[in-house]
């Protein structure tokens, strides 16, 4: 009789298997945090925050659990699954999210801020703060749209198409630093192969997209779902009239755009002003 498989009786969610699995591994061995921060060489609160939930921390941290534990691999599949996870984000997202990760190209035209899979984490933690975030809640949303630019990484990332209005990069954030790393990171991922990244100047002038932020997501089956949004609502857009209707407005907004060459000499140019010391 073959033998009956033992349910482990622990969470299904990701975040929370991830944070099981690093206090079953700890406790296996009898280490206390500060015990484990000494062999492994990272901070006990580090540690602390990891086992907790507050955080999910790097890969670094976790490859060096992954070695230290003798489980290659493990620890960083859980990690890679729960930064992957949709149900981290607002419920309002979440369908939104799931189809992103399936999408195989993407377009997004961005009104005022870079769109969340070209977000430093410095610029999310501002801009989700501005937006009444805190604490470990504010923690936790920013690791998560940090963690959706590996969905553009990698030698299978699908091709991703971004315009940005001039507005985005206009309007910096108080920290110079982190508002020079987000330009910095523009400027790079304007260069990677499967990102095609227009800036859509001033002086094109009025056009059908003004208020609205916009992405396309290209599906498996063929079919292509919009998402807009604005300050005050987002909303998915699977009817097929509706979808083209954006299409044809975006293809509109594309044409009154910089190349991309052009698109990153201008970025470049402003990297090149002089920027306030922040406050």
């Known amino acids: 009789m073959p033998q009956r498989l033992v349910i482990t009786g622990r969470s299904q969610e990701?975040?929370?298997?991830?944070?099981?699995?690093?206090?079953h591994l700890r406790s296996e061995r009898g280490l206390s945090l500060r015990d484990l921060a000494k062999e492994v060489g990272w901070d006990s609160s580090q540690f602390s925050k990891l086992e907790s939930g507050q955080t999910l921390g790097g890969p670094e941290v976790v490859q060096a659990l992954d070695q230290f534990y003798g489980t290659p691999g493990l620890l960083v599949t859980l990690w890679e699954l729960a930064v992957a996870d949709?149900?981290?984000?607002?419920?309002?997202y979440r369908r939104y999210m799931v189809l992103e990760s399936e999408a195989i190209s993407l377009w997004h035209y961005a009104v005022s801020a870079p769109p969340g899979l070209l977000q430093t984490a410095g610029y999310a933690r501002e801009a989700l703060a501005a937006g009444g975030l805190k604490g470990s809640e504010l923690d936790q949303q920013v690791e998560a749209r940090v963690g959706r630019r590996m969905l553009l990484e990698g030698d299978d990332a699908p091709p991703f198409r971004v315009i940005l209005s001039e507005a985005v990069l206009r309007t910096p954030l108080r920290d110079t630093k982190a508002w020079r790393e987000q330009m910095e990171y523009l400027a790079e991922a304007s260069q990677r192969p499967n990102i095609t990244?227009?800036?859509?100047?001033f002086s094109a002038g009025p056009h059908g997209l003004m208020n609205t932020a916009v992405k396309f997501l290209r599906l498996l089956d063929?079919?292509?779902?919009?998402?807009?949004?604005n300050d005050v609502r987002g909303e998915l857009i699977e009817e097929n009239n509706e979808v083209e209707h954006l299409q044809r407005t975006y293809d509109a907004v594309r044409d009154l755009s910089l190349y991309p060459a052009e698109s990153q000499t201008f970025i470049l140019r402003m990297l090149e002003e002089p920027c306030e010391s922040s406050t």
């Open 86 to 92: 949709p149900t981290q984000f607002r419920e309002q």
């Open 197 to 201: 990244l227009h800036v859509l100047p």
């Open 14 to 23: 990701p975040r929370a298997r991830f944070t099981e699995e690093l206090r």
């Open 222 to 229: 063929g079919r292509t779902v919009a998402y807009t949004e």
